[in-house]
């Protein structure tokens, strides 16, 4: 019989260079799911037995991985071909009876650790075509491998009503009441559990007394959605049977403005813990590097950072499910982020202008994290059944969204936009939401005169199996 194998199911988000283009936009999530995969992410202690299982697995992990990533270094380097994913996972097979030590805990693990390699030299090819730093990959040593994955449900299983925990070689672990809560949630919704990940992270202690915790993540596949009645079904919509479009526009100032008339400022906190980063780097400065003292005001540093890190994702989540929770159909801009942080110092040949000045832009659009707010309003919007639509940002902050006058002198100050013809005044920001709604509304005609097709789903290599599953449904396009 025939199965999807678990690393393939992915939310359906399609990026920017694959989505579809309809008019002047791409359409990046259509909401036509009738099930979607999630993920319950939770802490949990394990025994000091369980404990020395786990750290002999990622022992184990972390030698499967650079075996791999040598045998493929060594035939392209001295026969100039590659070595198939699919022929190590048969070479893991031929292991029993050699390394038994390896197969403790099952070979689904051993095949889930060869296909980090092709995923590292995946990243690798793909930085060559767009033409930044390649990166090759690295062998990766013992003391900084720190996660096992398994992407099928087989050597571990989840016992939710009972919160355990069971991974082959390991034993049975007992889980909190609140990862209880997560997995009952996801279950409750005819979520099926198929992946699981495993990750040790350092929390503090010291050099000779480290303090480690342990956080799994378990993937369901078939969640049903949690599809909210739409604004138009309530009332609100402003054209009958028209779908509620709501423009956004994304920025260092204001992060997130709506065509609703809504402004949504992220609290600096990047900025309010760069300070005490800047100190804590200066006293590093003055240690002898790797001493104890150097690496434990490393761990501080790493925490800060990490704090941040927690507060802006939680920020945009929460801004992300507001937004779409008043639309049926969220446009973003196009920002091609990657190239707005870049870098303008230059070479020595060629050097760059304004190097400090776009150092500054780069470190405020970083802060505002712009492509995690992105994120999350297309995680949020395929939940709700919404589409997600990025539309160009052509001239979007100099026309005017009431008679479509284009000038760049219509924006004489950061937040000020005011018409040279038709007198019309706003913030430049709401203006701006406003003419991405209309681009919006535009890509949805569009997408309706084309049949409303549904986005190209992904069709993985399928593996033999014992029990056949049906597809994943979709609903009929609106």
């Not at 990047?270 to 400065?285: C, H, K, N, P, V």
């Not at 707005?340 to 190097?355: E, F, L, Q, W, Y």
């Amino acid at each position: 019989m025939l199965s999807v194998p678990g690393e393939m199911l992915g939310i359906v988000i399609l990026s920017r260079e694959r989505a579809p283009r309809y008019g002047l936009g791409r359409l990046v999530v259509d909401g036509l799911d009738a099930a979607v995969c999630r993920k319950a992410r939770f802490a949990f202690d394990p025994s000091p037995g369980q404990e020395r299982g786990l750290l002999a697995l990622l022992a184990a992990c972390c030698e499967v991985y650079n075996a791999g990533l040598q045998e493929r270094r060594e035939a392209w380097r001295r026969a100039n071909k590659s070595v198939s994913l699919f022929d190590q996972f048969t070479q893991i097979k031929g292991l029993r009876g050699l390394r038994d030590d390896v197969l403790a805990w099952g070979i689904q693990r051993s095949v889930g650790r060869c296909g980090g390699w092709m995923q590292a030299f995946a990243g690798f090819y793909r930085r060559v075509k767009a033409g930044r730093a390649p990166g090759y990959p690295r062998f990766r040593s013992r003391r900084r491998f720190h996660t096992a994955s398994w992407d099928e449900p087989t050597s571990w299983k989840v016992n939710i009503d009972r919160r355990l925990l069971r991974i082959q070689g390991v034993g049975t672990i007992r889980l909190p009441k609140s990862a209880g809560r997560q997995l009952a949630r996801l279950a409750d919704r005819g979520g099926v559990p198929v992946t699981l990940s495993v990750t040790r992270r350092r929390a503090g202690g010291t050099s000779e007394h480290p303090k480690w915790v342990w956080r799994a993540s378990v993937g369901f596949k078939d969640v049903t959605p949690l599809r909210a009645a739409s604004p138009s079904d309530l009332g609100n919509g402003r054209e009958s049977g028209a779908g509620r479009v709501v423009g956004a526009d994304r920025g260092v100032a204001v992060a997130l403005a709506t065509s609703e008339g809504q402004l949504h400022v992220m609290p600096g906190w990047m900025g309010q813990a760069r300070e005490t980063i800047a100190a804590l780097q200066r006293r590093q400065a003055r240690k002898v590097k790797f001493s104890r003292s150097w690496r434990a005001l490393a761990r501080r540093i790493a925490r800060e950072y990490r704090k941040v890190a927690q507060r802006t994702d939680n920020w945009a989540r929460e801004t992300a499910r507001q937004l779409v929770a008043q639309a049926e159909v969220v446009a973003l801009e196009n920002l091609d982020l990657a190239s707005m942080t870049r870098s303008a110092k230059g070479t020595i040949d060629n050097p760059g202008r304004n190097v400090a000045a776009k150092s500054g832009l780069n470190r405020a659009l970083q802060d505002v994290a712009l492509g995690r707010l992105a994120t999350w309003v297309c995680v949020k919007a395929e939940e709700a059944g919404r589409r997600a639509w990025l539309v160009d940002l052509a001239h979007t902050s100099q026309r005017c969204a009431r008679c479509g006058h284009i000038d760049p002198n219509n924006r004489p100050a950061r937040d000020v936009f005011v018409c040279q013809r038709c007198g019309h005044t706003a913030h430049a920001d709401l203006n701006a939401a406003a003419n991405i709604a209309d681009r919006g509304r535009a890509c949805e005609t569009a997408w309706h005169q084309a049949g409303s097709p549904p986005l190209p789903r992904p069709s993985p290599r399928l593996r033999r199996r014992r029990r056949t599953e049906t597809a994943r449904p979709r609903l009929a396009p609106a």
